[in-house]
């Protein structure tokens, strides 16, 4: 089985709509997916809807979080996306978006750069609007050469010249709050230094002390010694290990499947939820 457990569609900042997606996943050769849209469950009936055969699709979302002035995303699956205190805290972090996105484009704008905020809206579409679309913004003007090349100190990267902060969940909330609506919970890219500042390896101690679940380790971001690394953590902390593409469609080069998730730990978070079950499409397995 090829599983890929981190993908972003345009309910989020991905190029592909979520039936897109699910296309491209099974065209792919993938077996199961995750969609994982930043802060928003939006786009799963749209990718439910259009499931093909043999694929199944496991439904997530990628936590905005922020621990002591560090930015770090948090993978929550197969919760119930209705249980009320967790659905309010997404809200929550979603509403910040645009006046975030809009203070982006002013401090841009102060830096000399022609950015509009017209111009990132229209690249944002339906999705929630986030940095990836101020960045794509400045591809379009040529100010940087690729998204990844924005998210520096130069510009958008945590605590960069035109940086603006936003309502983020504490991570500890996060797990508490995925675990309260029968998900569970991946720190994704933990050690993605290329994107700025990382919490330390204590910070993830205590994240799974508190009950997080695993780590994600395969990931584009890291190199391999910093993923055999966090494999040795992995093991000290009984954390789960996983392998995901952060796939954006063509706002990035990874390719879906360019990082998996064995079969067996895949089958542990399905064991591990209670409050959403991964969906098959017509003959698709649901567990391994």
Not at 16 to 38: I, S
Not at 131 to 157: I, K, M, N, Q, Y
Request: with cysteine.
């Amino acid at each position: 089985m090829r599983i890929d457990l981190h993908t972003h569609s345009t309910a989020s900042d991905g190029t592909d709509t979520p039936a897109e997606l699910v296309g491209n996943a099974a065209a792919a050769g993938l077996d199961v997916v995750a969609l994982t849209d930043h802060d928003t469950v939006r786009g799963h009936a749209e990718a439910i809807a259009a499931l093909p055969d043999g694929l199944t699709l496991v439904t997530g979302a990628e936590l905005s979080c922020r621990l002591d002035g560090v930015g770090l995303h948090m993978l929550a699956y197969l919760f119930d996306p209705d249980e009320p205190v967790f659905a309010r805290e997404r809200e929550l972090v979603r509403d910040d978006r645009v006046p975030r996105a809009r203070t982006m484009v002013r401090k841009l704008q102060e830096l000399g750069v022609p950015v509009t905020w017209e111009q990132v809206a229209r690249i944002a579409g339906d999705g929630s609007v986030g940095r990836p679309h101020v960045a794509s913004a400045l591809v379009e003007l040529g100010v940087v050469e690729t998204v990844s090349d924005a998210f520096t100190p130069d510009w958008l990267g945590d605590g960069g010249r035109a940086y603006a902060e936003k309502h983020e969940f504490d991570p500890f909330d996060a797990v508490r709050m995925v675990k309260a609506a029968g998900g569970v919970t991946v720190f994704a890219h933990p050690a993605a230094v290329k994107r700025g500042r990382t919490v330390p390896e204590s910070a993830i101690a205590e994240l799974a002390a508190a009950g997080l679940d695993g780590i994600e380790v395969d990931h584009m971001d890291h190199d391999e010694p910093t993923r055999t690394r966090l494999r040795a953590l992995a093991g000290e902390l009984k954390l789960l290990i996983t392998g995901s593409s952060d796939y954006h469609g063509s706002r990035k080069s990874v390719e879906l499947g360019a990082y998996t998730t064995d079969p067996e730990i895949y089958g542990e978070i399905t064991r591990r939820a209670t409050g959403a079950f991964p969906v098959p499409g017509a003959g698709g397995p649901a567990t391994p």
